[in-house]
């Protein structure tokens, strides 16, 4: 059973930096496009970047300059950087990934019903 572990949340004042880890087992790691998502309460669920097998990135404007994703393939494990955070950053951070070419520039990676495999979140509180 595919299992995707996410880890790395926490609670952090504004300015202040995060780092947030995933893996997924049992899954090819390398041929995963991969997506970090996130939800505040009572809002829709928001992409925020993803990465392609050849480690291509795409960000939300909202984040660009302040979030890095990256991906360690040798350690099947994604990273999000979360550098200068904002109150309005605070959510559930998951952590998502998909085959085939759903990472690229026509902007489907933000739909997170097309992404086959989930972790079960971890929340990022920025206080003021």
């Known amino acids: 059973q595919v299992q995707v572990v996410e880890s790395g949340g926490g609670l952090v004042q504004a300015g202040g930096s995060l780092r947030l880890s995933c893996t997924p087992s049992?899954?090819?790691?390398?041929?995963?496009?991969m997506g970090w998502f996130r939800q505040a309460p009572g809002k829709e669920r928001e992409g925020v970047p993803c990465?392609?097998?050849?480690?291509?990135?795409y960000y939300v404007d909202s984040v660009k300059g302040r979030f890095t994703i990256s991906r360690d393939n040798a350690k099947n494990t994604l990273y999000l950087q979360m550098d200068s955070l904002k109150p309005g950053d605070t959510a559930m951070y998951y952590c998502?990934?998909?085959?085939?070419?759903?990472?690229?520039?026509?902007?489907?990676?933000?739909?997170?019903?097309?992404?086959?495999?989930w972790g079960q979140g971890t929340q990022v509180t920025v206080s003021s």
């Open positions: 990465i392609n097998w050849d480690g291509i990135t």
């Open positions: 049992e899954l090819t790691f390398n041929i995963l496009n």
């Open positions: 998502a990934a998909s085959s085939g070419t759903l990472c690229s520039n026509s902007g489907y990676w933000t739909l997170h019903w097309l992404y086959t495999y």
